[in-house]
């Protein structure tokens, strides 16, 4: 599985940003997907996951309300847009996936910067 993240950039606080994921290497019939974030000096922090077959998703409750997950399965890519961006959102976001069965996120793609001014 290859993930590979992309939309990253800066952005002036209140705005909006869209960040993409475009997964290959296989089908992802019953995988899940998610999106994870690292700001400086802090753990990688859980964002958002969504269910590929029906797209059932659920949030942190730090981005609930903000940002919104989905999936293109035509395009094999899971997007996650941003609203009313904080400073405290800057950080390095990873996209993730999770095959069937599992407990424990697989792949990860390679990580977009997002950089938001106060």
């Known amino acids: 599985v290859q993930l590979q993240a992309s939309g990253g950039g800066l952005v002036q606080a209140g705005g909006s940003l869209k960040l993409s994921c475009e997964a290959s290497g296989r089908t992802f019939t019953n995988w899940i997907m998610g999106w994870f974030r690292q700001a400086p000096g802090k753990e990688r922090e859980f964002l958002a996951r969504?269910?590929?077959?029906?797209?059932?998703?659920n949030y942190a409750d730090s981005v609930k309300g903000r940002f919104t997950i989905s999936r293109d399965k035509a395009k094999n890519t899971v997007a996650l847009h941003m609203d009313r961006l904080q400073f405290e959102d800057t950080a390095v976001y990873y996209c993730a996936s999770m095959r069937p069965m599992s407990r424990s996120w697989n792949s990860w793609g390679q990580g977009t910067l997002v950089t938001v001014s106060s």
């Open positions: 969504i269910t590929w077959n029906l797209g059932t998703s």
